[in-house]
């Protein structure tokens, strides 16, 4: 956001109705009650069930929880800078939905997790790291905020490797850096 509080309320009713849209479309998971998407899956990336087979459709993958904390709170920031104090009830609701949304966890293996379960990767150096948008662009996965996070986001590249196409080089370059 750079201060232009015209072009902000101009826009807020994109975030609003985008906000709007998600709360009304997350579930409660039945192991943590964690507020999800489902179905959903992480872009064009597959993992293992138990059994061997490969499946793409899950709840709650680490990209969408990433998304809507990120949109929930541009939403209630923006209403906060516009004094849209009519607004409080609605940024309340989305407040609490945000305190419940599934956070984003590190595995057994050291490395963020791309799915809400811990599943094995049918491609463990598949191109996408949409997992690791809230390093880049996003902002909850930071060396000084969440070592921790920053630390796991580094294993997951380091782990997918740098092979790719040249659109997931590029992302790459900028997660790394």
């Not at 929880?65 to 516009?82: D, G, H, M, P, V």
């Not at 659109?167 to 370059?173: D, G, Q, T, V």
Request: hydrophobic share 40%.
């Amino acid at each position: 956001f750079t201060g232009d509080k015209k072009f902000l309320a101009r826009i807020y009713p994109v975030l609003k109705g985008s906000a709007q849209f998600y709360s009304d479309l997350l579930i409660a998971e039945p192991k943590n009650q964690w507020l999800v998407t489902a179905p959903s899956n992480s872009p064009e990336n597959a993992f293992l069930l138990p059994t061997g087979k490969r499946a793409n459709v899950c709840m709650g993958p680490t990209i969408d929880q990433q998304l809507i904390r990120y949109l929930f709170n541009a939403t209630i920031e923006s209403a906060k800078i516009l004094g849209l104090t009519a607004e409080e009830t609605f940024t309340a609701g989305l407040a609490a939905q945000r305190a419940r949304l599934a956070p984003t966890r590190i595995g057994s293996d050291g490395r963020i997790m791309e799915w809400l379960e811990e599943y094995k990767e049918a491609e463990p150096s598949h191109r996408h790291v949409s997992h690791l948008w809230g390093l880049y662009p996003g902002h909850e996965i930071s060396p000084r905020r969440s070592p921790d996070l920053a630390e796991a986001a580094r294993k997951s590249l380091e782990a997918r490797g740098d092979a790719g196409t040249g659109w997931s080089i590029a992302y790459k370059l900028n997660l790394w850096a």
